[in-house]
């Protein structure tokens, strides 16, 4: 048995903490499956004084992050700070002093992956990433190794356990947004900032993450649709469900073809998904990521999205990896550029089927000035219901379910058509995947 493995964990709040409890729970079980010992030297925190009454060991926490970087015994360190300036600073400083990075920050990997994989080249030191993704879900190993031999054809994802629990509750219990937005905080599930659970964002990241692993280049994040959960209303839910569906905030990534050159689409935005498919049925913090690839065909793989549990698991996962690389070096250090895809389809050329819900006057003529809109703009619908029960005095919803249209043509259509006298509402717009 060598010395042991020393680590070096920079934040101690939802997630550090619980990787700190679990790597000292499991570190004779860990010991024993790898051959090697971890032991945690160094943590990072701000409160160091509140950290120590808490029973967490003092003569080891630090408030000062560099102290990892620069501690000779240290030669992992994970990064849960969830920072911008300072984890990026944290993360390529200790990749320049050749120790081995595990980080759950997905919105710096979504936009520093190049450079900190760049980095990573250069001093040859493997980077991590587990938990940036589907929590305690192994979605990156599954892209990065298991799937190795398959052109990804498309990834369709709930990957935001806040999201899909304030959903859940909405549609279930009959929530408002904020209860439903509380509660998952205090499970411990939302972003430091939750506003990017709710407006699509953090969801946007891990769709870069997954997307610029599976077609080997780092997406821009201005080359990606984003829209969030926060315009949808019971309404929405209510007519979905009559029409068969139900609503998801789901992360899309489609590749054209699996040709040198092909243009792949990531989207993050609320999805009507088919009552009958699998991915309607994924609740709670819960998290699912249909992976479809030209060999295997389709994949699922489901699990805990959030909180601190699974995404400790997903961080130990990564230590104990790290721990390997320190012992057997290794080529790929995390992410391969592979350069067989590398553009994205303009935003505006995406196709999708559409769900739109109008607030219009209730007269005669007003379904045919809307459809006589769409038809001038070669837009075909495919079903359309008025609710007599939803009467709103003078005005009445029209629900339109809309055929395959490119975001510029839905796009003209809905300017044209909140024009109209007759419509009273700016109209809500939810796109449809039938997974096909
Ligand atoms: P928290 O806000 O709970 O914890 C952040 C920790 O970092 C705190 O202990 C804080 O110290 C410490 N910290 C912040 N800045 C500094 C600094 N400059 N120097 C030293 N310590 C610092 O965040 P989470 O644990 O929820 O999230 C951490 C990361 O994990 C984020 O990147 C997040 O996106 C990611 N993640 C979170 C998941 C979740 O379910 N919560 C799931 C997957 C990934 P102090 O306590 O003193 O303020
Ligand atoms: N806030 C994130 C979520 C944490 O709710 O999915 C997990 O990445």
Known sequence: MQQPIGIGLAGLGNVGAGVYKHL????????????????????????????????FPAEILTPHWRDLVEDPSVQ??????????ESLALILESIARKKVVVTANKALLAEHGREIFEAATQYGVPVFYEAAVGGGIPIIKALREALIGNHIVSIHGIINGTSNYILTRMQEAGLGFPEALAEAQSKGYAEPDPSFDVNGWDAAHKAVILASLAYGFWVPTDKIFVEGIEALTSADFRFARQLGYGIKLLGIIKAKSAEFGSEIEVRVHPTLVPEKHVLASVNGVFNAV?????????????GR???????SSAILCDIAEAAEALVNPRRNLGFMPHGLYGSCKP????????????????RPGVIAQIAGILADLHIGISSIFQPESEDEGSTVPLV?????????QIGAALERISAL???RKPTQMIRVEHFS
């Open 24 to 55: 000292l729970a499991n570190r004779n079980l860990l010991r024993e499956r790898l051959g090697l010992d971890l032991e945690v030297r160094r943590i990072a925190v701000r409160d160091t004084a509140r950290r120590a009454a808490e029973g």
């Open 76 to 85: 992992i360190v994970v990064e849960v700070m969830g920072r911008k300036e």
């Open 290 to 302: 249909a992976v479809h690839g030209n060999v295997v065909g389709e994949t699922l793989f489901y």
């Open 305 to 311: 999205g959030a909180g601190q549990d699974p995404t």
């Open 347 to 362: 935003l505006d050329e995406i196709l999708c089927e559409y769900y739109l819900r109008l607030c219009v006057q209730d």
């Open 400 to 408: 339109m379910m809309i055929h395959t249209a490119s975001h510029a």
């Open 421 to 423: 006298d007759c419509v």
